[in-house]
């Protein structure tokens, strides 16, 4: 996948150096990652969030509740069945049973996002079966080294890695394993917050990547260099 990524990036002239800020989410991480081994001098900025690196056979497990979550998910269509796992599996239920912030209507983040889902399902094609454990493979058998890591972490101006505490799907340990191997990189640990980190705290999370796009121009106009 992040070899279709660099495909597409060529095919539309995005080939400038240091020209790309990459915002890699849960199995978007992992590409963002391969991504980056391989193109490093052409990005700014790497943003990792609520992803790992792989590795050994444990980091690669998916955490209990999110393994019994997503087996329920394989088998299920009824969209109104799945919604109130899928919701439980990616934000804490203190969060969905409290009310939106600035929302006219009352409702709670529950009822939003439980509607937000919905309309996303109308207009999606449906996942086949095929797919979904294709998705999970990719994401079991996903391995970046701290070699690579290292790498990555000295060749692009500014890298975030970025987790909640409370993520059902990507332990966060996974998140300090990779900053243990990217000592350049800055790591951020939002507290009751789970996988769905964007959705959660969608003003909070766009803020922080426009610090970071700042701050990867910035060290790019102060001369940055790879070590």
Same mark, same amino acid.
């Given at each position: ?5 660099? *495909?597409?990036? !060529? ?5 400038? $150096? ?6 890699? &989410?849960?199995?978007? #991480?992992?590409? *963002?990652?391969?991504?980056?081994? !391989?193109?490093?001098?052409? %990005? ?6 609520? @992803?790992?690196?792989?590795?050994? *056979?444990?980091? !690669?497990? @998916? ?10 998910? @394989? ?38 996002? @439980? ?15 095929? #797919? ?23 060749? %692009? ?12 799907? &990507? ?5 300090? $394993? ?16 789970? $996988?769905?980190?964007? #959705? ?5 999370? !766009? ?15 102060? #001369?940055?260099?790879?070590?």
């Amino acid at each position: 996948m992040a070899e279709d990524a660099i *495909a597409l990036l !060529n095919y539309v002239g995005w080939t400038e $150096h240091q020209d790309l800020h990459v915002v890699g &989410v849960s199995l978007g #991480g992992m590409i *963002a990652q391969e991504l980056a081994a !391989n193109i490093p001098e052409r %990005i700014i900025s790497l943003t990792l969030a609520v @992803t790992k690196a792989g590795g050994w *056979a444990w980091s !690669n497990l @998916t955490p209990w509740k999110g393994l019994v979550s997503l087996a329920r998910l @394989t088998f299920m269509k009824d969209p109104e069945l799945k919604i109130p796992i899928i919701l439980s599996m990616v934000f804490p239920q203190q969060w969905l049973d409290a009310k939106m912030d600035n929302d006219a209507k009352g409702r709670t983040n529950r009822e939003f996002q @439980t509607q937000d889902y919905r309309r996303r399902i109308e207009i999606t094609r449906p996942q086949t079966f095929f #797919g979904s454990v294709s998705q999970m493979a990719a994401a079991i058998s996903h391995y970046v080294s701290p070699e690579r890591l290292a790498f990555i972490s000295k060749s %692009i101006p500014k890298v975030l890695i970025i987790t909640g505490d409370e993520d059902n799907l &990507v332990n966060p340990n996974n998140s300090r $394993h990779m900053k243990a191997c990217m000592p350049e990189a800055e790591l951020i640990e939002w507290e009751r917050t789970g $996988h769905g980190i964007h #959705g959660q705290w969608k003003d909070r999370f !766009n803020a922080t990547l426009e610090h970071v796009f700042n701050e990867g121009r910035q060290r790019v106009h102060e #001369g940055f260099t790879s070590n």
